[in-house]
C-alpha cells in the first residue's frame, strides 16, 4: 500500500509539476513535446500493477525514452558543434537564421559563460529522465514477480484448507451467524461509503468544471475565451430550464472541452515563439481578438538566451493559462471519474447481493442524488406566499389514499441540512433576484442597469410580487445575459476599434466602457446573473409541478392528535428560532438605517425628510401607541415609495445634461439643488451615496412584506396570545443512531426479527446531541429569567436615567430650547402624575430640536448676514480687564442670535445632535420597556406589584432568615429605609461640589429639617422642600443661560470699574456674565438631589398604606415598646448564623468604628472646627458604654447635637469659601491667622493658580487640606449609627449591656467565691484525712491489744507443756528446733515480729486510684518521635496506628474485652520489622516519613489543646455561669422587669415556685447550668 501510495504521489503530483516546470522555463520545440506528454497524462490511468503493463508504462516509457532522445541532441550537437569546425561557422552570429531556427527548435548552443541559462536549457530533460526513470521503476516493482502458474498452483493447494476451514466454522451455530451478519453490515457500509464517495466526488468535479469554465471564459475575455463562456451561459441556461442531459451528451461536452482547451493552450504556448509573434504580433487585430499575449520579451542578440517576463501584462493574463490547464485536468479527472461509475456501481451490487435487503438499500443510495428522478419531491416543498399558509395547515394532518396499495411502501427519503437549505434558497430565489438587481445596478451606474432598478422597484410594490417576478424570469435573464455579453465584448482588447458614442448619447452613460480588470466586473454580473437562473429554475418547477400533478383522488382527511406534540427536528427548530429574532429585531435595524441614511455625508433636504419621517414615527409611537399601530404598514409603503423617488432621482441626476434639466425645470441654482441633495458625484461618492439608500429601501422592503405581519402579532397588545409550550427539537433518526448512512435500515428490517430491532439503541452521537439539546434549553431558561430580571429592573429605573441623561445634555448644551426640557423634568420628578405627560412632551420638543439643527445646516443659511457685531467698550465704562475684554462672548466675533436658542454652525452632524438623538432613543426605549412589560404581564396573566421591588418574594418577616434574604430585602427596600439620609448625603454633596453663594440655602434647609428630628414632621415639610429644589433649579439654569448676546447689552455688574465686583467674585455669587459663565454642569448635583427628593417624597407617601407597611415594614422613630411587649425583632447576639454576625458587627461594634471616623475627621486638620470633633470623641470615649445604655431620646438627643455640629461645621466651610477663593490675596497679606485658625483653603477650582499664590508669601496656603471630604464622610456615618440608634435590634444591644453593666463585679465575686469554695474543700478534706487516721489508730490500737492478749495466753499455756514428756517417750523434732530457735516460734509469729499488719487498710478510693493509674495514657508527640528515633517510621505508625484501633474499640466493650483484644494484637519481631525495612524503596521511605510528620503534627495538635483545655478549665467554667447569669438578665430586662445587682444573688437561693433562678436557665443549657453549680 505505502509503495502504490508513493508511486500515486510521482505520478499525479511529481510528473506533472516537472513537465509544467520544463515548459515554463523554457520555450522551444522540445518543451512543446512535454507539453504535450503533459496534456496527455490526465488521460491515463495511475500507475498500479495491471496498467503498469498497458498504456500508462507505454507513457512513461515513451517519455522516458524522449528524454533520452533529447539529452542525446545536446551532447551530439555539442560535440559536433566542437568538433565539426563548419558547423559554428554555418550557424553564424546570434540572430542568425539558422541560429533562430535552432533556437526555436531547442538545440543550440551553449554559453558556457552564461551559466545560469545554460543549465535553464538542459535541466528541463535532465529532470524528467530523473523523475520518469523513477515513476516507471516503482511503478514495475507493483507488479509480482511470479509468474501466472505459480498462482495458479498457489490457490489450488489452498482449495483444501479452506474447505476444511469451512467444514469447521459451519456447525459453530448461532457466533458464526453473528460474525456473518457484522461481516454483511460491514461490507455493506464499505460500500455505502465508496457510492457517497463517488457521488460526492462527482458533484464537486460537475460543480469545479462549471466554475472554471466562468473563470477562464472571463479572465481574458477574447474569440477563444468566448467559447467558454458560452459554454457556461449555456449550462446554466440549459440547467435552469430544467432540460434533461444524457450521460454520452455530458461525456461529449467535457471531451469537447478538453480537446479545446488543449488547443488554447498550444496556441497560447506557441505564440511565445518569436516566429508565431512576427506572424501576428501582439498590437495586430488577430492577436488581440484571440487574446494571445506575449509573456515573454523579444530577444536580445547579445544575451539570446536570457528569459525576460513581460510584466507589463495585468495580472489577469497571467492568471488565464493557469486556469485553462486546471480546467483541462478537471474535465479529464471528471471524465475518468464518470467511466469507473458504471464499473463501480456494478462491483457495488455484486457485493450487496447477499442479502435482498441491503442490496435495495444500496439501489437507493446510490439513485438518490440523481435529480430527474426526484423532479416531484424537489418540487412538492416549495411554498408560494400564496400557498404557504395552507401548507401550514395540512402540515399536521394524517392522510389516507383510497386506492390500490403497492406491495413495498415507497420510502420517503430524509433530506440532508444542506439539501434544506438548497430547498430555502431556491423558495426565495426571486427575494434573491430582486436584491441582485437593485445591486447590480447600484454597482454600475449605467442606463442600462437603471432599467433593473426601475423593474425590481416595479416588481417590490406589486401584490403577488412571488409571480410576477417568476413571470418576468426569462426576461430578466435574457436582459442580463445581454448587459453580460455587452460587457464581455467591451472587456476585449478592442478598445480603439470599438466606438465610444452612438449618436448623441456617450457609450460610458450605457455602461459600455472597458475597465482595468474586466474579469472583475464579469464575475460580478455574473454572479448577479446566477439569481436570475435561480429563480428561472424555480419557475419552471412549479410548471412542472402544475403539469405533472395528478388528479385529485379522494382522500380521507383527519386530525392526528399526536402531531401537535410531535417534537420538531433541530434545523426546522433553528429555522423558526432565527425567524422569530428576525421579526422581532428586524425593525430595529430599520431604525438604525434611518439615522445612517440620514447623517451619512452632507446634510440635505431629502436626508432631513428622512429623519423627519423616522421623527413623526417615534412621537406617534410615544404619545399613541395603538393609532401608531394602524399607521405602520402605511408609514413603511410611504418610507418605500419615498425611498424609490430619492433613488431615481439621485440616480438620474448623476448622467449628463440632466443638472441642465433640473435647473430649467425648477429653477434652482446649483448650491439649492445640492441643499436638495441633487449633486453629481465622483466615482467613490457615488457609490456610498447610492448603496446606502439602497440597502436602506432592501432593508425596508423585508420589513414591510416579511417581517410586518409577524411583528404586529407579537406587539399587540389587545389580543396577547399565551405563552407556546416548549416541544424539544428530536434529532432525526439518523442523528439518534449516528449513522447518516443507513438511514432506513430498521424499516427494512424483516417483522419477525424482533432481536434486530431490539439491538437498534441510540449511539454516543445520538445522545450527545440530545444533551447539547437540554443544555441548549437550560441555558434558555437562564437566559429568559436574566431578561425578566433586566426588564423589571428597567422598568423600576429607565425614567430616572432618562430624565437624568436629558438634564445632562440640557447642562452640556446650555440654551433656551433646553430649557424647557429642564423645567419639564424639574417638575415631573415630584409629581408623578405628570411623568408620562413629560415623557411625551420632552420627545416632541427632542425632535423639533433636531430638525432645526439639521436645518441650520444647510448652505442656504448663513449667519453672517443677521450676525452682530458688538463695539468694544472703554477701559473706564467697564471692570472687565483688557484681556478679559477679548475673551468676552460680546467681542470676540460676530455674535450668531440662533446659538442663544442652541442652534449652531458649522459642526459635525452626527456629533453635533448625537446627544439629542441618544435622549430621543432613550425616551422611545422607556415606552418599549414599559409596553413590553404589560405584554409579558398579559401573556402570563400576572398583576402588576403593589410595591416597586425586583424580588417580589422578599418582604419585611423574610429579612432575618439569611443573608440572600436579607441582600435581597435591602435591594427592594433600601431607599424606603435609608432615602431620607440619601437625601441628607446629597444635600452635603452640592455644598461641598459647589462652595458658593447658592448652596447656603441648601444648607439652610438642611439645618431646618434637621431640626425638626421626628420623621413625622419632615414628611409634613417635605412637599415644601421639593417645590423649593425644582424651582431654584430652573432659577439657576436661567442665570447659566443669561441674556441674548445678540443685543451686546452687558451685565449690570460689568457696567463701571467703581461697581467692586471681579470676575471671582461674581463666580462665587454665580451670576451671569459673558466673560466667565457660570458652570452649569454643576447643576446635575442639584439635580441628583431633586431626583433623590422626590423619591423620597414617594415613600413618605408609601408609608402611609397598608401594602408597604405589611410588604417593607414601618419606618418609625419610636421605640419606647410597652410594658410585656416582646421585641419584634429576634435576638441576634448568641450569633446563631452569618446574618447574625454581621449584626452584632453593625449593631454593636459599629459605634466604635464612627468614633474612629469623628477622630480622622478632627486630626486631617489643625483647625478651630476640628478641635470640637475631637472634644467630642473623647467625651464619647470616656462615657460612650454609659450613653449607650440610657432611654432614645436622652441617646439621640446627645447624638443630634454632635450631627448639627457637623452640619455647621460644613455650612462655615462653605461660607468661608467666600475668604478663600475671593479675597486669599488680601487675607495672606493682613489675616494669615485666620487661614491658619480655620485652616482656610479653596477647593474649587478657576479662581486662582495654587502654585503662583504661594510665591513671595510668609503666609502658605494649606495646600494638601481636603475641603469637607471628612466632613461628608464623618456625616455619613453619623446618621447611619442614629439610624443604627432607631433600629429594634439595637434594644437587644441595650439589654445586653445592660445586663452586663449589672455583672460589673460578678467576675470578682465569682472569683472570690471560687477561693473560698477551694479552702472549704482543702479544710474539709484536710478534717476527713484526720478523722481517718483518728479511725487507723483506733483500729491499729485494738488491734495491738489483741495481739498482746492472744500472746500473753499462749505463753502461759506453753509453759507446763516444755516439762512434760511425751506419753510415747519420744520429743518431736520441730518442737525441739522452735525452743532451740526463739523468738521466733511459728509463721504468724514470724509476720508479726514487723508489725505491718496493724497499717492493713480496705480504702476504697485507693483501689480506685490504683485502677486509674494502671490506665496507659497516649503517646504524646515526644514520646511518638522518640519510639521513631529509637525504631523507625514505620513501626511508629504501626503503634500509633494500634492506639487508635483499641481508643475506638473501648466505648464498645468493657475493661476486660480491651485485654483480651489487646492480648491478640501480635507484636511483630524487630527482625521482621528490619527486613520489612531493608525491602522498602526510596519512595516508600518517603511517604512513610511524610504520613509520620502528618501523625506528628496532629499528636502535637492534640497536645497542645488538651493543655489548653486543662489550662483554662477554670476560667471557661467562669465564663459559662457568667453567661448564664446574663441569660437571665436579659430575660428579665426584656419582660420590662426592675433588675437590681441583688438579682443575682437572688438566684442561687432556692425558693419555692421560683422559676427565674438558675433552674430556669438550666432549661435553655443543662451542661453550662451543671458547670455552674459547681461554682457555688
Not at 958 to 964: F, G, N, P, Q, W
Not at 1470 to 1494: I, P
Amino acid at each position: 500500500m505505502e509503495l502504490r501510495a508513493l508511486c500515486g504521489a510521482l505520478y499525479w503530483l511529481v510528473l506533472p509539476l516537472s513537465l509544467l516546470a520544463a515548459c515554463v522555463f523554457r520555450f522551444n520545440a522540445l518543451s512543446l513535446v512535454y507539453l504535450l506528454y503533459l496534456l496527455l497524462l490526465p488521460w491515463f490511468l495511475g500507475p498500479t500493477e495491471h496498467t503498469i503493463k498497458g498504456h500508462t508504462g507505454r507513457l512513461l516509457q515513451a517519455l522516458l525514452g524522449t528524454s533520452i532522445l533529447f539529452l542525446t541532441a545536446h551532447l551530439v550537437f555539442q560535440i559536433c558543434l566542437y568538433t565539426v569546425p563548419d558547423l559554428s561557422q554555418l550557424l553564424g552570429q546570434n540572430c542568425s537564421t539558422w541560429e533562430t531556427l535552432a533556437r526555436h527548435i531547442g538545440v543550440t548552443r551553449l554559453d558556457l559563460n552564461d551559466i545560469p541559462n545554460s543549465v535553464r536549457l538542459v535541466a528541463p530533460d535532465l529532470g524528467i529522465l530523473l523523475v520518469s526513470a523513477v515513476c516507471l521503476g516503482l511503478g514495475r516493482r507493483l507488479v509480482p514477480k511470479d509468474s501466472a502458474a505459480a498462482r495458479v498452483r498457489r490457490l489450488q493447494s489452498l482449495e483444501p484448507l479452506e474447505q476444511e476451514e469451512e467444514d469447521l466454522e459451519r456447525p459453530a451455530g448461532q457466533g458464526a451467524a453473528e460474525e456473518v451478519g457484522s461481516a454483511k453490515r460491514k461490507g455493506l457500509l464499505a460500500a455505502t461509503l465508496r457510492v457517497r464517495a463517488h457521488w460526492l466526488l462527482l458533484a464537486v468535479g460537475k460543480c469545479l468544471v462549471i466554475l472554471l469554465l466562468a473563470l477562464a471564459g472571463i479572465a481574458l475575455p477574447s474569440a477563444f475565451s468566448s467559447v467558454y463562456y458560452l459554454l457556461f451561459v449555456g449550462i446554466c441556461t440549459w440547467w435552469a430550464c430544467h432540460f434533461p442531459i444524457s450521460h454520452v451528451g455530458f461525456n461529449t461536452l467535457c471531451i469537447m472541452v478538453g480537446v479545446f482547451a488543449a488547443g488554447h493552450l498550444l496556441c497560447i504556448y506557441s505564440y511565445q515563439a518569436p516566429f508565431i509573434q512576427g506572424l501576428f504580433p501582439p498590437a495586430s487585430i488577430w492577436a488581440r481578438v484571440f487574446g494571445l499575449k506575449a509573456f515573454i520579451l523579444p530577444l536580445n542578440c547579445t544575451n539570446p538566451h536570457a528569459l525576460l517576463l513581460d510584466t507589463s501584462h495585468p495580472w489577469p493574463v497571467y492568471m488565464n493559462p493557469g486556469v485553462l490547464l486546471l480546467l483541462y485536468f478537471t474535465v479529464a479527472s471528471l471524465l475518468k471519474l464518470r467511466k469507473l461509475d458504471s464499473s463501480e456501481r456494478d462491483k457495488a451490487e455484486a457485493s450487496a447481493v447477499v442479502a435482498s435487503e441491503p442490496q435495495d438499500e444500496l439501489v437507493e443510495l446510490e439513485s438518490w442524488p440523481r435529480e430527474g428522478a426526484h423532479l416531484a419531491e424537489d418540487t412538492e416543498r416549495m411554498l408560494s406566499p400564496d400557498t404557504e399558509a395552507s401548507t401550514a395547515d395540512t402540515e399536521n394532518c394524517t392522510v389516507h389514499v383510497i386506492g390500490p396499495v403497492s406491495k413495498k411502501p415507497e420510502r420517503r427519503r430524509q433530506r440532508l441540512p444542506l439539501h434544506a437549505l438548497g430547498h430555502v434558497i431556491m423558495n426565495q430565489s426571486y427575494v434573491c433576484a430582486l436584491i441582485a438587481m437593485m445591486v447590480w445596478s447600484i454597482t454600475y451606474h449605467s442606463w442600462l442597469t437603471f432599467v433593473l432598478l426601475l423593474w425590481a422597484c416595479l416588481i417590490w410594490i406589486v401584490r403577488s410580487r412571488h409571480h410576477f417576478a417568476m413571470l418576468c424570469s426569462p426576461f430578466l435573464l435574457l436582459y442580463g445575459l445581454a448587459l453580460c455579453s455587452l460587457q464581455y465584448v467591451w472587456g476585449m482588447d478592442l478598445e480603439p476599434e470599438l466606438p465610444t458614442r452612438v449618436g448623441f448619447m456617450s457609450l460610458e452613460q450605457l455602461g459600455l466602457v472597458r475597465t482595468k480588470y474586466p474579469c472583475l466586473d464579469l464575475g460580478a454580473k455574473l454572479l448577479y446573473t446566477l439569481t436570475f437562473w435561480l429563480l428561472l429554475r424555480q419557475f419552471v418547477q412549479e410548471k412542472l409541478l402544475k403539469c405533472r400533478r395528478p388528479p385529485a383522488p379522494l382522500l380521507e382527511v383527519t386530525v392526528s392528535d399526536a402531531e401537535p406534540g410531535r417534537p420538531r427536528s433541530v434545523l426546522k427548530f433553528l429555522g423558526e428560532l432565527l425567524t422569530d429574532l428576525y421579526a422581532k429585531y428586524w425593525i430595529y435595524v430599520c431604525a438604525g438605517m434611518f439615522i445612517v441614511v440620514s447623517f451619512a455625508g452632507r446634510l440635505v433636504v431629502y436626508k432631513i425628510v428622512y429623519m423627519l419621517l423616522f421623527l413623526l414615527c417615534l412621537i406617534v409611537f410615544q404619545v399613541y401607541y395603538s393609532l401608531w399601530r394602524k399607521l405602520l404598514k402605511g408609514f413603511w409603503w410611504l418610507v418605500v415609495a419615498y425611498t424609490m423617488l430619492v433613488l431615481i432621482a439621485v440616480y438620474t441626476f448623476q448622467f449628463e445634461d440632466f443638472p441642465m434639466y433640473w435647473r430649467n425645470l425648477t429653477g434652482l441654482t446649483d448650491q439649492q439643488l445640492g441643499d436638495l441633495g441633487l449633486e453629481q458625484f465622483s466615482v467613490s461618492e457615488l457609490f456610498s451615496s447610492i448603496l446606502i439608500p439602497g440597502f436602506f429601501l432592501l432593508a425596508c422592503i423585508l420589513q414591510l412584506h416579511y417581517f410586518h405581519r409577524p411583528f404586529m402579532r407579537i406587539t399587540d397588545l389587545e389580543h396577547v396570545a399565551p405563552p407556546e409550550t416548549r416541544s424539544l427539537p428530536a434529532p432525526r433518526c439518523e442523528e439518534a443512531r449516528g449513522s447518516h448512512l443507513l438511514p432506513h435500515a430498521e424499516e427494512e428490517a424483516e417483522p419477525g426479527d424482533s432481536d434486530s430491532a431490539s439491538e437498534v439503541v441510540p449511539s454516543k452521537w445520538g445522545l450527545v446531541l440530545e444533551r447539547l439539546v437540554v443544555l441548549g434549553w437550560t441555558f434558555s431558561d437562564i437566559l429568559t429569567r436574566g431578561q425578566v430580571f433586566v426588564r423589571r429592573l428597567l422598568e423600576l429605573h429607565i425614567l430616572k436615567l432618562v430624565a437624568l441623561y436629558t438634564v445632562w445634555v440640557a447642562l452640556q448644551e446650555v440654551s433656551v430650547m433646553n430649557f424647557l426640557l429642564v423645567a419639564l423634568w424639574a417638575f415631573a420628578l415630584p409629581y408623578c402624575r405628570f411623568r408620562h405627560m413629560a415623557s411625551c412632551l420632552c420627545t416632541i420638543w427632542v425632535c423639533i430640536i433636531i430638525v432645526c439643527k439639521m436645518l441650520y445646516q444647510l448652505k442656504a443659511v448663513d449667519p453672517r448676514e443677521y450676525s452682530s457685531n458688538c463695539t468694544q467698550p472703554q477701559l473706564n465704562d467697564t471692570n472687565l480687564l483688557g484681556s478679559e475684554v477679548k475673551n468676552s462672548t460680546l467681542y470676540q466675533g460676530p455674535v450668531d442670535p440662533a446659538n442663544w436658542f442652541g442652534i449652531r454652525k458649522g459642526f459635525p452632524n452626527l456629533g453635533y445632535i448625537q446627544n439629542h438623538l441618544l435622549v430621543l432613543m432613550l425616551l422611545v426605549f422607556e415606552a418599549i420597556v414599559y409596553r413590553r412589560q404589560e405584554y409579558y404581564r398579559k401573556q402570563y396573566q400576572l398583576v402588576l406589584p403593589a410595591t416597586q421591588t425586583l424580588f417580589e418574594e422578599a418582604s419585611r418577616e423574610h429579612l432575618d432568615r439569611s443573608l440572600v434574604s436579607c441582600a435581597k430585602y435591602f435591594i427592594n427596600y433600601f431607599y424606603y429605609k435609608f432615602g431620607l439620609e440619601v437625601c441628607f448625603l446629597m444635600t452635603v454633596n452640592v455644598i461641598g461640589q459647589r462652595m458658593n453663594f447658592m448652596v447656603i440655602l441648601h444648607g439652610c434647609w438642611l439645618v431646618v429639617i434637621l431640626t425638626r428630628r421626628r420623621r413625622a414632621a419632615i414628611a409634613r415639610l417635605w412637599p415644601k422642600y421639593c417645590l423649593f429644589l425644582a424651582l431654584f433649579l430652573l432659577y439657576q439654569y436661567l442665570l447659566c443661560v443669561g441674556i441674548p448676546p445678540a443685543l451686546c447689552i452687558d451685565y449690570p455688574w460689568r457696567w463701571s470699574r467703581s461697581i467692586p465686583m471681579n470676575s471671582a467674585l461674581i463666580k462665587w455669587m454665580y451670576l451671569p456674565d459673558f466673560y466667565m459663565a457660570p458652570n452649569s454642569t454643576n447643576l446635575i448635583s442639584d439635580f441628583l438631589l431633586l431626583l433623590c427628593a422626590s423619591q423620597q417624597w414617594q415613600v413618605f407617601a408609601a408609608e402611609r398604606t397598608e401594602e408597604w407597611l405589611r410588604a417593607a415594614g414601618e419606618n418609625t422613630d419610636q421605640l419606647e415598646l410597652a410594658r410585656g411587649r416582646p421585641n419584634p425583632v429576634p435576638n441576634f447576639i448568641n450569633c446563631r448564623s452569618y446574618l447574625d454576625m454581621l449584626k452584632v458587627v453593625v449593631f454593636r461594634y459599629y459605634f466604635w468604628l464612627v468614633l474612629v471616623v469623628v477622630f480622622i475627621t478632627g486630626a486631617t486638620r489643625i483647625s478651630i472646627f476640628g478641635l470640637g470633633y475631637l472634644l467630642a470623641c473623647f467625651y464619647l470615649l470616656l462615657f460612650g458604654t454609659a450613653m449607650l445604655r440610657k432611654p432614645v431620646k436622652a441617646r439621640l438627643m446627645l447624638w443630634d447635637c454632635l450631627i448639627l455640629y457637623n452640619v455647621t461645621v460644613i455650612i462655615s466651610k462653605n461660607m468661608l469659601s467666600l475668604l478663600s477663593c475671593v479675597f486669599v490675596q488680601q487675607m495672606q497679606s493682613n489675616f494669615c491667622w485666620v487661614i491658619q485658625l480655620f485652616s482656610l483653603v479653596c477647593t474649587v477650582k478657576g479662581y486662582y493658580d495654587p502654585k503662583e499664590m504661594g510665591k513671595d508669601q510668609d503666609c502658605l496656603l494649606p495646600m494638601e487640606e481636603a475641603g469637607i471630604i471628612w466632613d461628608s464622610i464623618c456625616f455619613f456615618f453619623l446618621l447611619l449609627q442614629r439610624r443604627v440608634f432607631l433600629s429594634y435590634y439595637f434594644l437587644h444591644v441595650m439589654t445586653e449591656l445592660q445586663a452586663s453593666a449589672l455583672q460589673a463585679s460578678r467576675g470578682f465575686a465569682l472569683y472570690k467565691a471560687r477561693t473560698l469554695k477551694s479552702m472549704r474543700s482543702h479544710r474539709h478534706a484536710e478534717e476527713k484525712s484526720l478523722a481517718q487516721l483518728k479511725r487507723q489508730m483506733e483500729r491499729i490500737r485494738a488491734k495491738q491489744e489483741k495481739y498482746h492478749l492472744g500472746q500473753r495466753r499462749s505463753d502461759s499455756a506453753e509453759a507446763p507443756d516444755e516439762d512434760q514428756p511425751e506419753p510415747s517417750g519420744e520429743k518431736d523434732p520441730s518442737r525441739q528446733r522452735k525452743n532451740w530457735w526463739r523468738p521466733w516460734l511459728d509463721h504468724a509469729a514470724v509476720l508479726h515480729s514487723g508489725e505491718y499488719f496493724l497499717f492493713e487498710s480496705d480504702s476504697e478510693e485507693e483501689e480506685e486510684a490504683s485502677l486509674e493509674e494502671q490506665k496507659p495514657a497516649k503517646q504524646s508527640a515526644f514520646q511518638l518521635a522518640y519510639q521513631a528515633w529509637v525504631t523507625n517510621t514505620k513501626s511508629a505508625l504501626k503503634e500509633r496506628q494500634r492506639q487508635d484501633q483499641e481508643d475506638a474499640e473501648s466505648p464498645a466493650g468493657d475493661d476486660g474485652d480491651g485485654d483480651v483484644c489487646e492480648a491478640q494484637v501480635p507484636e511483630e519481631p524487630e527482625d521482621q520489622e528490619e527486613e520489612d525495612t531493608e525491602r522498602s524503596n526510596m519512595v516508600q521511605r518517603a511517604l512513610n516519613m511524610v504520613r509520620f510528620l502528618w501523625v506528628l503534627c496532629q499528636a502535637m495538635v492534640d497536645g497542645l489543646t488538651q493543655w489548653l483545655h486543662a489550662f483554662t478549665k477554670e476560667h471557661r467554667d467562669m465564663s459559662t455561669v457568667l453567661w448564664v447569669e446574663r441569660y437571665v438578665l436579659t430575660q428579665k430586662l426584656c419582660q420590662g422587669d426592675e433588675v437590681h445587682s441583688g438579682v443575682l444573688d437572688d438566684l442561687y437561693q432556692p425558693a419555692p415556685g421560683d422559676e427565674t433562678g438558675l433552674q430556669a436557665a438550666s432549661t435553655v443549657d443543662s451542661h453550662n447550668s451543671m458547670a455552674s453549680r459547681q461554682w457555688v
